[in-house]
């Protein structure tokens, strides 16, 4: 029953906020002067040669002076003209959450001043505020006119509420009455993870009632992607940049690649969503976090998050990663355990060319090699034994990535039969101009290989002539002396 109490109680609060943010706007109509044709709708002003001149209202179409509205930025960047009225009304649909629901939720609006005058004494400095059970809880954003309390009656209507509802046992959880204060926005966005291909999938499709964060009262937002644990380049991903808007539509697909079942178990997805500033550094609006594990292999969930404050990045610090930094702590941590990224390759043994085909397909979450936090990664790779060593074969460069796409086969001529004595090296390298190029990670497929490995290597000897794909993790140790670069 206590339960049941505290939610009633807190509706009430909320009603109560949404009615004053109604009476406030209904105030704003009713003081409205103007015809709003040849006079300001507000102050009632006469357009005139010699007087203000008028602009148009985008959403009631009446004319106001420059002073009565409140200029702001289109889609196209063009200037358009709201009048406060109509600026409130958008305000208030916002914060009441009115958007959602297509039409304002249920509110209370306020008691008369007279009738808090009476109720709620002003409090001089030492004086104890008198709390009853009985008493009303009520506020308003806005200074009363004719009331006591002067510029500080809104902090002390706030604290009035708030001990009321203490003393009637009402607990009132303060990140709640934050997000009534002033909310961050609202995400949309869907998540879909593909366990044949190794890939997750974002779906950006919009935000709602972002917080402004530029001086005309809107944002550039972008949101970005960030797998955890991990502090690598290589797991952030981020949309494109809309210029001016509260409401942004992106409908942009983000793919993470070589995503393993483990990784559904122990990541967490961090979306954030920023404001760009071309002269400052970029300013964060809000967050949220998605458990991988909440996803279900192969189905799309949906989401609709109310963005949050930042939260520290340690509190999402797996078992795993919290195990390392215990072994890092006592001098007994092995850098072979470190993620040093996945690549994608297939194998196929064409009976026609009498030989076996190997595509480096692509990478994901390399290791940062260069200063810039990125690196210039290729692949080489070498089927041995080999006395002549004249299979060695190597991709092209690709620039400043940590998630390199090569799509590159290179053909081995071999004998059926004799693939089973072989084994395949996979290694990433970055590449390095006057210096030597440092090694990233690899693999290695061949009879003597286990797990994964191994298996991909048997499905290649038992199915000719098709093409089998599949992700492997990096090492950090080089797999033979034949690889020096």
Known sequence: MSVIHRAEQLEIIEQHRIGCLVERLENMRRSAVGNGLSQCLLCGEVFGLLSSSSVLCLDCCMKVCTKCGIETAGSQKRSQWLCKICSEQREVWKRSGAWFYKTLPKHIRPIKDSILDNRMPVIERGEQLPVTRSAPISYTWAQSKGAKYGLNSLLIVVAYVLWSALEMNCFVDVFYVCFLAATLGILDFSL?????????????????????????????????????????????????????????????NLTYYGITDEDMVRKTLRISVCDEDKFRHNEFIGETRIPLKKLKPNQTKNFSNCLEKQLPVTLLGSAQTTSLYGLAEEGKYDKSLEERGRIMISLKYSSQKCGLVVGIIRCAHLAAMDANGFSDPYVKTYLKPDENKKSKHKTAVKKKTLNPEFNEEFFYEIKYADLSKKTLEVTVWDYDIGKSNDFIGGVSLGINANGERLKHWFDCLKNKDKKIERWHTLTNELPGSGYND
């Open 192 to 252: 879909l993870y593909d366990q044949e291909n190794n890939a997750l999938h974002c779906t950006i499709n919009k935000a709602k009632g972002l917080k402004p964060m530029d001086h005309n009262g809107l944002s550039d937002p972008y949101v970005k992607l960030h797998l955890l644990p991990g502090a690598s380049k290589a797991n952030k991903l981020r949309t494109k940049t809309l210029r001016n808007t509260l409401n942004p539509v992106w409908s942009e």
